[in-house]
């Protein structure tokens, strides 16, 4: 059963930095695009930033030039630097990526979230 598990959350002051991972586990034949979205309390979840299986990256404007997505092939994982944070920045984030599993089915996977919270 494939899974995305995150870790890397927490408490920062701000214009710190934090930097969140997301490892995909399981028998995957494939992973596609990886992306991270994050939630505020009474808002809608949006899309942070995304990088493609080629490599290519795009951010959401507010984070442009604060936040860099990247990502460990041999690993299967997604990482999201985030640096000068922003009180605006305190959110629950989740991981996605599109993967090709065992059972031929490709899809959308998302982690169960973890939360970063901008406060001094």
């Known amino acids: 059963q494939v899974q995305l598990v995150e870790s890397g959350g927490g408490l920062v002051q701000p214009g710190g930095s934090l930097r969140l991972s997301c490892a995909a586990s399981?028998?995957?034949?494939?992973?596609?695009?990886m992306a991270w979205y994050r939630q505020a309390p009474g808002k809608q979840r949006e899309l942070v930033a995304a990088?493609?299986?080629?490599?290519?990256?795009n951010y959401s404007d507010s984070v442009k030039g604060r936040f860099t997505i990247f990502r460990d092939y041999g690993k299967n994982t997604v990482y999201l630097q985030m640096n000068s944070v922003k009180s605006e920045d305190t959110a629950v984030y989740y991981c996605?990526?599109?993967?090709?599993?065992?059972?031929?089915?490709?899809?959308?996977?998302w982690g169960q979230g973890t939360q970063v919270t901008v406060s001094s």
């Open positions: 996605n990526a599109d993967i090709l599993p065992r059972d031929g089915r490709r899809r959308d996977y």
């Open positions: 399981g028998i995957i034949f494939g992973i596609y695009d």
């Open positions: 990088v493609s299986s080629g490599g290519t990256t």
